[in-house]
């Protein structure tokens, strides 16, 4: 059985006529006869009655109608689900994000991209810069949004976001009153800081910052994720430096503060692979970055 087949039984059923039939496929009507013949000794059934004056659908004609509908319904969106696959608008997007990404938009942008994009389905999951570095390279995923970092051949980076740097401190804390913290009335705090591992870069400077400023910072505890640093300033286990994209998180008891002078930058960088041509990995940051649709 052939599609084509199903498209010509169709065209007569609904005509009822032969010769309508033929027009509409743009063939000529003794080719659509003997096709539709043919067609009925395949399945071993009759599917039309023909008289001189008009055609009617059998009990199997009008049974295998709605099928033949079905079916070529089916192949038809079989067809556009690999036009647009082409087009990299179809099948899984696969991005790779760092923590405080979910306080810059990225779950937003997603349920905005996945509402217009119906036939692309977002896999989110969370790595830290290398992680996603090295998963770009082995094509684990199609998509990463990092901290700044050295980047391995094959992966691109573009800066995306940058913000300053903030002092988490815990909503009672006696520096809570200012406006801007100057860095060294810190000196005696304990710090909660991530450890090195997860990202060198940030981890180095904010310890030369610290020095600069003339102290050497107390690390008293160490967490992987933003999240975690903040529920421990919120508990007076210490301050932390974070990501001005912390502060959007709305958690009362805990409070962000500018410092007096600026050290250094957070950096959202979107990484891709080298020669990646996944359309839909670019039209998503534009919904991250609010160029998408409203």
């Excluded at 089916?74 to 997007?93: F, N, P, W, Y």
């Excluded at 990484?271 to 409203?294: E, I, M, Q, S």
């Amino acid at each position: 059985m052939e599609l084509k087949q199903l498209r010509y039984f169709v065209a007569v059923a609904e005509e009822l006529h032969f010769g309508r039939a033929a027009r509409r496929l743009f063939i000529s009507q003794p080719a659509l006869s003997f096709d539709i013949r043919k067609f009925e000794e395949q399945l071993g059934v009759q599917l039309l009655e023909r008289t001189n004056k008009e055609v009617a659908l059998t009990d199997a004609g009008r049974l295998l109608l709605d099928e033949a509908r079905r079916l070529l319904e089916q192949a038809d969106e079989v067809r556009r689900i690999a036009g647009r696959s082409a087009d990299g608008l179809a099948g899984r997007l696969r991005i790779g994000f760092v923590n405080s990404m979910l306080y810059r938009g990225l779950p937003q942008a997603m349920q905005r991209f996945e509402a217009d994009h119906p036939a692309v389905e977002v896999v989110l999951k969370e790595m830290n810069t290398a992680e996603q570095a090295h998963a770009l390279q082995r094509m684990q995923i199609d998509l990463g949004f990092a901290h700044w970092g050295h980047f391995p051949a094959g992966v691109e980076s573009v800066t995306l976001f940058s913000e300053p740097f903030l002092c988490c401190l815990p909503a009672g804390h006696a520096l809570a009153r200012r406006k801007r913290i100057e860095l060294g009335a810190l000196a005696r705090e304990p710090f909660i800081l991530f450890p090195r591992t997860v990202s060198p870069h940030y981890h180095d400077q904010i310890i030369a910052t610290c020095v600069e400023a003339g102290f050497s910072p107390q690390i008293r505890h160490e967490a992987r994720l933003w999240q975690t640093v903040v529920t421990m300033v919120e508990v007076g286990m210490g301050v932390a430096l974070v990501p001005a994209a912390l502060g959007r998180a709305g958690n009362e008891r805990v409070v962000f503060r500018p410092l007096v002078r600026d050290p250094f930058e957070s950096r959202v960088m979107q990484l891709t692979r080298t020669g990646n041509d996944v359309r839909a990995a670019y039209d998503f940051v534009g919904y991250l970055t609010g160029v998408g649709k409203p």
